[in-house]
């Protein structure tokens, strides 16, 4: 016979299974985002597209300020993502529930991980270390959270104070 117990934690498994291999996947994906690949002359050109795509014109002073907020919104948007990513990771019934201890410890593994990303940028030609950005990442990662938590607050869904 089968077992609905089974069955539900086989389910809880591949789904944290897959939502770890997307926060990894994720990991990697800032950290191909932080090579020199990906430097401000990528992200001036992409914004110059951007802009001529709207038929907007500015002023060099005003599209550096558009190219700084820019690159600070991609810190803030993919560290959201990713704190998002690692909270769903957990192997439980109700991986989604709002946990604040759960939600301290994404956090605290995001700034780790931001931390990383830009010592890594000290070996990137043309990149460098902010701790600024660390800071922007773990806004992100707390902006991110909190849109979870958020979310779940508006859907009605328990809160709890379990890991």
């Given at each position: 016979?089968?077992?609905?117990?089974?069955?539900?934690?086989?389910?809880?498994?591949?789904?944290?299974?897959?939502?770890?291999?997307?926060?990894?996947?994720?990991?990697?994906?800032?950290?191909?985002?932080?090579?020199?690949?990906?430097?401000?002359?990528?992200?001036?050109?992409?914004?110059?597209?951007?802009?001529?795509?709207?038929?907007?014109?500015?002023?060099?002073?005003?599209?550096?300020a558009?190219?700084?907020?820019?690159?600070?919104?991609?810190?803030?948007?993919?560290?959201?993502?990713?704190?998002?990513?690692?909270?769903?990771?957990?192997r439980?019934?109700?991986?989604?529930?709002?946990?604040?201890?759960?939600?301290?410890?994404?956090l605290?593994m995001?700034?780790?991980?931001?931390?990383?990303?830009?010592?890594?940028?000290?070996?990137?030609?043309?990149?460098?270390?902010s701790?600024?950005?660390?800071?922007?990442?773990?806004?992100?990662?707390?902006?991110?959270?909190?849109?979870?938590?958020?979310?779940?607050?508006?859907?009605?869904?328990?809160?709890?104070?379990?890991?």
């Open positions: 016979m089968n077992n609905p117990q089974s069955s539900v934690s086989r389910y809880v498994r591949i789904r944290a299974a897959v939502w770890k291999t997307t926060a990894v996947a994720w990991a990697g994906l800032i950290f191909y985002l932080s090579t020199g690949t990906f430097g401000g002359s990528l992200t001036a050109s992409l914004l110059s597209q951007i802009l001529s795509f709207l038929h907007a014109n500015v002023s060099p002073s005003t599209f550096e558009l190219h700084h907020v820019f690159r600070k919104s991609a810190h803030l948007t993919e560290y959201a993502i990713f704190a998002i990513l690692m909270y769903g990771s957990r439980d019934e109700h991986p989604f529930d709002w946990r604040a201890r759960r939600a301290l410890a994404c605290v995001a700034s780790a991980y931001s931390l990383t990303d830009e010592f890594h940028q000290i070996f990137v030609p043309g990149r460098g270390p701790l600024v950005d660390c800071g922007i990442d773990t806004v992100g990662a707390g902006l991110g959270l909190l849109l979870f938590y958020v979310r779940g607050w508006l859907a009605g869904s328990t809160v709890g104070e379990t890991s």
